[in-house]
């Protein structure tokens, strides 16, 4: 059961993520900067930055400054998610003011929809400027190396909670604060800086253009709330390469806090290695031709790169060419193409266990990347017992490429996702070849192989299967009963009772997972329900698990 759990969140990220696409919109971003001292920070640059995160390029930067009160606002482009996420980051603003830490934050985004309620984010308070200072040396030798230029490459790693891509040229991202060049004793110095992914904020239900924001940003402030939430210390990637008699030596670090308090902290030191070339061919998997115009991306070990290492896109001939590759420890290719499903191959070390004794030291050709064109299929999902669709909403995500994953680093896992509709018909569009498809819902599980060939694929039905819980459905008159009431359990009248934490939803429907009052699968439970009154909305009741009744049906008067 905890295997399914486990499997069910890791396909319900997978599912928001894919089914979070966007739409590009234009709207108004501002925030309000404050100094150390409550006042506002009049007259400093700001820049604005949009990111496409489905594309992680970005989409527009803006440079402003603010006004006498510290508010800094420009209409820009963003990317708009058309299914709402918990922490949807449409992109940062950069403060740079004199004499303080370079402070990477969050936009407000002005809201005119009077019927949707809005966040508004809090002040972001500056920092008092500080300074990091690293060092770059020979892997090999340990000895400095003079010349050697030296860049952030992002904050954080988190694509859900926002992370912030700094210093990636071919995204279309540079950030000359955050790059420096280490002198003749290998040493180099950047700015400090402060962070900010969840900005403090409160909800707040109606119209809130750019003068609302700012009176109650001034109400906020006027109550002594403060963003407590951004901090002097700064997850980092970096990374730097070099010119050495001739030879372009590369490198970096996975991950450096900036602005550490420890009393210790670890040394900011950069390991370079001579880089190699690495080459390979990316084909059509059915018919073996060479395909162009495909983008490869590398990723390496995550002790010297953030996300990837660089992309190439392939020629006539199918080819891409990567001339400078540091000396990483593990090395793959993902190659991503319109109307087919993305591909990797593990470039180094070549055997599929373990890892290599040492980085990659030579020019390196990969095996050829096969990527499957891209079909659509169309099923239905059925309930095993009754024959007919289930009835609560099904999620479909069918997993091609199971990828790569040694617990330091995880390549290649690819999927597509949707969800059935009332009747459980549904359409997937997949790669041609083998997938595995994976059916979650409240009540049922299940979870076969897609053998898609090209050409038409048959419209089939597939059978969902019941779980082994306890699977009930509230009737009321009153629907508002249901809302927001406490849920207890208890095996037998005199056994304790326990909270479940689990909610009702819209539909009535509510789950229980077997385990859930221990190692015993559950076959018998009594079921209260409680408002926030401590009232009975439904007096203790027994349930007994019927798999031919799916679900129990409650009728609360």
Not at 142 to 166: D, E, H, K, Y
């Amino acid at each position: 059961m905890k295997h399914w759990y486990t499997l069910f969140l890791l396909l319900a990220g997978l599912f928001v993520m894919q089914a979070a696409r966007a739409e590009e919109a234009t709207a108004v971003m501002t925030r309000k900067i404050l100094l150390p001292d409550g006042k506002p920070a009049a007259g400093v640059k700001v820049i604005f930055r949009t990111i496409s995160r489905s594309q992680e390029r970005l989409l527009q930067e803006a440079e402003v400054t603010t006004d006498a009160d510290g508010v800094a606002a420009k209409e820009m482009t963003y990317e708009k998610l058309t299914v709402p996420m918990p922490t949807p980051q449409y992109g940062y603003l950069i403060v740079d003011a004199p004499g303080y830490a370079l402070a990477f934050g969050q936009f407000q985004i002005a809201q005119t929809d009077e019927s949707q309620p809005a966040t508004v984010y809090f002040p972001l308070t500056l920092t008092p400027a500080y300074e990091e200072m690293g060092t770059v040396v020979d892997a090999a030798s340990n000895a400095p190396i003079a010349g050697a230029t030296v860049s952030v490459m992002a904050f954080g790693s988190n694509p859900l909670n926002g992370r912030m891509l700094i210093n990636v040229p071919n995204a279309g991202m540079q950030t000359p604060a955050m790059t420096a060049v280490s002198g003749i004793d290998g040493t180099f110095h950047l700015r400090g800086v402060t962070t900010e992914f969840a900005p403090k904020s409160f909800r707040f239900n109606g119209k809130v253009d750019e003068a609302k924001i700012g009176r109650l940003n001034e109400m906020a402030q006027r109550r002594g709330f403060r963003d407590n939430r951004t901090t002097a210390k700064a997850s980092a990637s970096l990374t730097a390469s070099a010119k050495v008699g001739g030879k372009v030596y590369s490198g970096g670090l996975a991950s450096y806090t900036f602005g550490s308090t420890l009393p210790n902290p670890p040394k900011l030191v950069l390991a370079l290695s001579p880089a190699v070339a690495v080459s390979g061919h990316v084909v059509h998997a059915l018919t073996r031709k060479p395909l162009s115009g495909v983008t490869v991306t590398l990723y390496g070990d995550p002790s010297t790169a953030v996300k990837s290492l660089s992309t190439a896109t392939t020629d006539a001939t199918g080819t891409y060419t990567f001339p400078t590759v540091p000396g990483v420890r593990q090395l793959f290719a993902v190659a991503t193409c319109p109307d087919f499903g993305d591909g990797y191959i593990r470039i180094y070390p070549h055997t599929e266990m373990g890892s290599a004794e040492k980085p990659l030291s030579e020019d390196a050709t990969a095996a050829d990347i096969a990527l499957r064109p891209m079909t659509t299929i169309s099923g239905k999902i059925v309930d095993e017992v009754t024959g007919k669709s289930p009835v609560t909403e099904m999620h479909i995500s069918a997993i091609y490429s199971e990828g790569y994953d040694d617990g330091s680093i995880a390549v290649g896992r690819r999927g597509a996702n949707t969800t059935a509709a009332l009747d459980g018909t549904f359409t997937l569009r997949i790669p041609v070849g083998i997938s595995t498809a994976y059916v979650t819902g409240t009540g049922y599980r299940t979870h076969f192989a897609l053998d898609v060939t090209p050409g038409n694929f048959p419209c089939r039905e597939y059978k969902v299967q019941h779980e082994q819980g306890i699977f009930i459905k509230f009737n009321t008159a009153d629907p508002q009963k249901l809302q927001r009431v406490g849920i207890q359990v208890r095996k037998a009248p005199d056994a304790p009772p326990v909270n479940t934490g689990g909610n009702i939803d819209k539909q009535g429907y509510w789950y229980m997972y077997p385990n859930f009052l221990g190692n015993d699968p559950i076959t018998e439970v009594e079921i209260r329900l409680i408002n926030s009154n401590n009232e009975e909305v439904l007096p203790w009741t027994k349930i007994t698990r019927d798999p031919k009744v799916w679900p129990l049906v409650i009728t609360i008067p």
